[in-house]
């Protein structure tokens, strides 16, 4: 692999107060996978594992000024706004402008941030090489610049971007350049970030009991930097684990947590990921009453977002537990309920899955 350099988001350019805002919220992310494989096979088809949720805010503050600047920040913020409205293409093609224009202005700053915002946008519609690429090109300028927290931050990205493009071992070594910067540094919110994408890495290949163990030194950091959202994110990556070793009762404290600082934060990605991780370990653990009680929340959650792939998932899933518990009446009716969301929200593959389910009770009731 080629050596991966320092990524920045911190930039010192003055793009206007609202602009800076909508950036802080919407694009200055950090890439971290929400979810190991084990939690995959829980996610009904279309809804991404994958979660641009973990937010680096830097103040932007280099007031330079010109018809040219103002011309490129003028395409910034409209691909902010395409970025906001889920238009990735647009946005990445209003960012390509302003990459244009502040390479003929010699603006390396604007350039490094522009190459940021494209990289993640990349990320975030599946397109990995065009991602890393535009990443490296932004630590490029990070490195040169000698920034070590962009280096930390621009590490983290990169890898990500490696371990969800199947390179684990790659993703591996590049979290760990970035977890030395941080300790060198003293930088804890950076060390409790690499830590966790550490833990992930590590669940990548297998090896979930030194995920745990990352996870677990992660959440000291990330407690003590008082970072709610990230540390709500590693609880739930920490209960991806315990799961997998079957460790569900673990899991469940894990899962607790993550609900409980995700809902504080209103990070509703990691809701449903929490949520989701309730239920299967107290499936696992056959309290199946508390599982649906669950259910319902997560249910409840689908409708109030508009997310129908999740209410897919809560009627598959209560369809399963009331199957498992011999209700056989509830279960038709949920299963049949499902099929129409899936048909609907044109997930073939999932409706098949419902249908054979659905047989496979209609026949053990006609044959009892």
């Given at each position: 692999?080629?050596?991966?350099?320092?990524?920045?988001?911190?930039?010192?350019?003055?793009l206007g107060?609202?602009?800076?805002t909508?950036?802080?919220l919407t694009?200055?992310?950090l890439?971290l996978?929400s979810?190991?494989?084990v939690?995959?096979?829980f996610v009904?088809?279309?809804?991404?594992s994958?979660e641009l949720?973990?937010q680096l805010?830097?103040?932007?503050?280099?007031?330079?000024?010109?018809?040219?600047?103002?011309?490129a920040?003028?395409?910034?913020?409209?691909?902010?706004?395409?970025q906001?409205?889920?238009?990735?293409?647009?946005?990445?093609?209003?960012w390509?402008?302003?990459?244009n224009i502040?390479?003929?202005?010699?603006?390396?700053?604007?350039?490094?941030?522009?190459?940021?915002?494209?990289?993640?946008?990349?990320a975030?519609?599946?397109?990995?090489?065009?991602a890393?690429?535009?990443l490296r090109?932004?630590?490029g300028?990070a490195?040169?610049r000698?920034?070590?927290?962009?280096?930390i931050y621009?590490?983290?990205?990169?890898?990500?971007?490696l371990?969800e493009?199947?390179s684990?071992?790659?993703?591996?070594?590049?979290?760990?350049?970035a977890?030395?910067?941080?300790?060198?540094?003293?930088?804890?919110?950076?060390?409790?970030?690499?830590?966790?994408?550490l833990?992930?890495?590590?669940a990548a290949?297998g090896?979930?009991?030194e995920?745990?163990?990352r996870?677990?030194?992660?959440l000291?950091?990330?407690?003590?930097?008082d970072?709610?959202?990230?540390?709500?994110?590693t609880?739930?990556?920490?209960g991806?684990?315990?799961?997998?070793v079957?460790?569900?009762k673990?899991?469940?404290?894990?899962y607790?947590?993550?609900?409980r600082?995700?809902?504080a934060t209103?990070?509703?990605?990691?809701?449903?990921?929490a949520?989701?991780g309730?239920?299967?370990?107290?499936?696992?653990?056959?309290?199946?009453p508390?599982?649906?009680?669950i259910?319902?929340?997560?249910?409840?959650?689908a409708?109030k977002q508009?997310?129908r792939?999740e209410?897919?998932l809560s009627?598959?899933?209560?369809a399963?537990?009331?199957?498992t518990?011999?209700?056989w009446?509830t279960?038709?009716?949920?299963y049949?309920?499902?099929?129409?969301?899936?048909?609907?929200?044109g997930e073939t593959?999932?409706e098949?899955?419902?249908r054979?389910?659905?047989a496979?009770?209609?026949?053990?009731?006609?044959?009892n």
């Open positions: 692999m080629a050596n991966p350099i320092g990524l920045s988001h911190s930039t010192g350019r003055s107060n609202s602009f800076c909508a950036v802080a694009l200055n992310v890439i996978l979810s190991t494989g939690q995959a096979q009904p088809p279309g809804v991404r994958v949720d973990e805010d830097i103040p932007l503050n280099n007031g330079s000024q010109g018809e040219e600047r103002n011309q920040d003028s395409f910034m913020r409209l691909g902010g706004q395409a906001r409205q889920g238009n990735y293409a647009q946005a990445i093609a209003n390509l402008q302003a990459l502040y390479q003929r202005m010699g603006d390396v700053e604007g350039e490094g941030l522009t190459y940021d915002y494209i990289g993640v946008t990349y975030k519609i599946g397109r990995y090489q065009q890393e690429d535009a090109r932004r630590v300028i490195r040169s000698q920034d070590f927290q962009g280096q621009g590490l983290n990205n990169l890898g990500t971007i371990l493009s199947g684990p071992e790659s993703a591996q070594q590049t979290f760990a350049q977890l030395t910067i941080a300790r060198s540094i003293k930088h804890r919110a950076g060390e409790g970030l690499s830590l966790s994408n833990g992930l890495a590590a290949r090896d979930y009991f995920a745990i163990k996870y677990e030194a992660a000291v950091l990330r407690n003590q930097w970072d709610a959202q990230g540390e709500g994110n609880r739930n990556n920490l991806d684990a315990y799961r997998a079957n460790a569900h673990a899991a469940l404290i894990a607790q947590g993550g609900l600082l995700s809902q209103r990070d509703i990605p990691n809701q449903f990921r949520l989701r309730l239920v299967q370990s107290y499936s696992a653990l056959k309290q199946y508390a599982a649906l009680k259910l319902e929340q997560h249910r409840t959650l409708q508009a997310n792939r209410e897919l009627l598959r899933l209560t399963q537990i009331y199957s518990t011999g209700n009446a279960a038709r009716t949920l049949e309920e499902a099929i129409v969301l899936a048909n609907a929200l593959q999932e098949a899955f419902l054979n389910d659905l496979q009770i209609i026949y053990y009731r006609m044959s």
